[in-house]
């Protein structure tokens, strides 16, 4: 392998794949990535791969020698984050023994490399289902469902985020079973395809873990808004493409419980709101009940157009906030986990809200008169005795 | 207790002071804060103690009713960071029970207090020598030593930075045993008075311990840089006074080791060179040389005038690096750990500085031209075997 690269181009895509190296494999392979230098691209890739989660990153290089080594993901990305960028760098095996050498401006590196053929393949998905996304659009469905989704590994499917696929719409689902996250794109789903074997998008469906979604999010963070990601999927493998980069995932196995059913259609009362004033609120009402159970409690009624929040953690202190409502329905008393409603209301893109509800014990919604027919909260009320 | 004051300075009151309380106590009380109000002076007062460092903030407030109590440092503080300070909070305790009651604009909170005369008394230096210094100075004088000391609480009078006073001169020393920091302030010392007892301050000298010094330079770095601050102390106890605050430190016991004698005054070898320069490349040398013992070896002859940085991590990498030099001397060979070099290359305030040595066994010193009579910064070299 030789080859002359930016150091710049080639400390961000590190970078990227770092983060699905894994901090404390099970195999120590793993705590490396792979770097492929290929002359007739003129390309250099970067791969990083947990087992579970993959990304690869390619950018721009003049090839002298095509090669593959696998070298420390940490060591060596500390290492080029701290060189010079005035001149590209030259990367090197050293044929004498195992070695990398690294040559910049002022000084020479040399790393001990592993060989490639211990790194682990990253998995392909071939004639899979392909569907076309604008970034902007699949930013907005992860940030409005990942933090509905389970922390508990025995909730199996309910640690991912379920994406289905309706058309032209894409629907993002999660859900821990107190709380569930519903966003439908009905834009910048460009292209419900067609797959090589002529099976369509239509009524697809499928889960990805969190984790995975998580730093698919980030990663598009960084991308023009309008960029177009294709999607590829098949039985138990995922793969995002965009421009220089790629993102595999494994699939969550299991049956996706019907979330549709769940979502109430009537409301016997609604509480019309600010957003923002109601997040504050709640954030000062939450560093009391986060010494207790997190749980606050909700009183309303028409006469007053007043919310009183409260909350009461024994033998530490209490607290009780108001704010102006517009307020619809027989007199209401309801209590919530505190941080599932600030979730929630963060996510929600309009500043005047909806809380809708029919009874303490009864599933509320969250969601705004604009967005009422794309984005909902459902959050299980908590039961409280007075 | 009653008083109305600013949400503002209130909090910024308890930032300060909650640097002092212990986040792991020995004693549980310790884990509180004293708030008295005092109707006379119109002031709020707010005490942190660990019973080695205290820090007392005053704020002004309109006392209704004066009083005294201690509250849970942490959560007084949450509370008061999230309130609006659209208007005044009202403080005052409940009669019927032992809550603190908080009104702001636009909520009610209650917190369990404990009897303030559990809290330990904050100890008051009293007849103790009296030293002015400005803030400015004091802050030179601690950044460009305190990283010095030694973290092995077994080193006891180690531990600290040692303040001599010479006249009108301020000496700051630190040194854990393998290189030494010495900052003479010969401005800004601005009385260097005489105590009631009529005894004064030439010759006197004070170890205070690391910790209460970091956080005396945290506080002093948001003064205004002529802020005058007086520094009272006796056997036992020192004491900073400036604007509304307190700091109040133990002192170490012990006698601080006669360190002017380490100090070689000839040398055989000096190398001239740009201070950002070797930073640079020793902080990415530092990367390897960070995978085994933190060792640099230093070559450098007077025909190159180039200084090799390089390291070596047996079986991980190796790296070399050089930068242009003036050199004079002997061909060097020498070898230091990078960390304490890097520690010290990063509080030398000039951009041209010197390293001077004479074998590869004795002490090095790192100066500036400008600075030579007053920054005195030792390292001893590594041993190493080719």
Redesign the interface.
């Known amino acids: 392998m030789k080859l002359l690269c930016s150091q710049t181009e080639l400390h961000k895509s590190l970078q990227f794949v770092s983060r699905a190296v894994a901090t404390r494999p099970t195999i120590p392979i793993l705590n490396n990535i792979l770097l492929n230098a290929d002359a007739r691209k003129g390309q250099l890739s970067i791969i990083g791969f947990d087992l579970s989660l993959g990304i690869q990153a390619n950018l721009p290089a003049s090839v002298e020698e095509s090669g593959t080594v696998a070298l420390?993901s940490r060591?060596f990305g500390?290492?080029i984050s701290?060189?010079s960028d005035e001149t590209p760098l030259s990367i090197s095996n050293l044929n004498s023994n195992n070695?990398i050498e690294i040559n910049s401006f002022?000084?020479?590196?040399?790393?001990?490399s592993i060989p490639a053929d211990i790194f682990p393949k990253l998995p392909v998905v071939e004639n899979g289902i392909p569907i076309r996304l604008e970034a902007e659009s699949l930013i907005r469905g992860l940030r409005a469902t990942l933090f509905a989704s389970s922390n508990d590994e025995a909730k199996q499917i309910l640690t991912g985020v379920h994406l289905q696929f309706n058309g032209q719409e894409l629907e993002c689902v999660a859900t821990d079973g107190h709380r569930l996250a519903v966003l439908r794109l009905t834009h910048g789903v460009t292209d419900a395809g067609v797959n090589e074997s002529g099976v369509t998008t239509e009524n697809y469906a499928v889960t990805l873990p969190t984790r995975s979604l998580k730093e698919l999010e980030r990663l598009l963070s960084g991308c023009p808004s309008k960029e177009d990601i294709k999607l590829l999927y098949n039985e138990g493998q995922a793969m995002f493409i965009w421009s220089n980069q790629t993102l595999t995932s494994r699939t969550l196995e299991g049956i996706y419980p019907s979330y549709q059913n769940l979502i109430p259609t009537h409301f016997a009362q609604s509480i019309t709101l600010d957003r923002k004033a109601l997040i504050?609120?709640l954030?000062?009402?939450a560093?009391?009940a986060g010494?207790s159970n997190n749980i606050v409690k909700f009183i309303c009624d028409s006469e007053s157009n007043k919310l009183y929040i409260s909350t009461d953690a024994q033998?530490?202190?209490?607290?009780?906030?108001?704010?102006t409502v517009d307020f619809n329905g027989a007199p209401l008393q309801i209590a919530f986990n505190v941080q599932y409603l600030l979730d929630g209301l963060k996510v929600i893109a309009d500043e005047i809200i909806q809380i809708l509800c029919n009874a303490s014990d009864t599933p509320a919604i969250l969601t705004s008169q604009a967005e009422v027919r794309n984005f909902t909260y459902l959050i299980m009320p908590v039961q409280i005795r007075d």
């Open positions: 420390p060591l500390e290492i701290k060189l070695q002022s000084g020479t590196y040399q790393v001990s504050v609120a954030e000062r009402v560093v009391l010494k033998d530490i202190g209490s607290a009780s906030e108001s704010i």
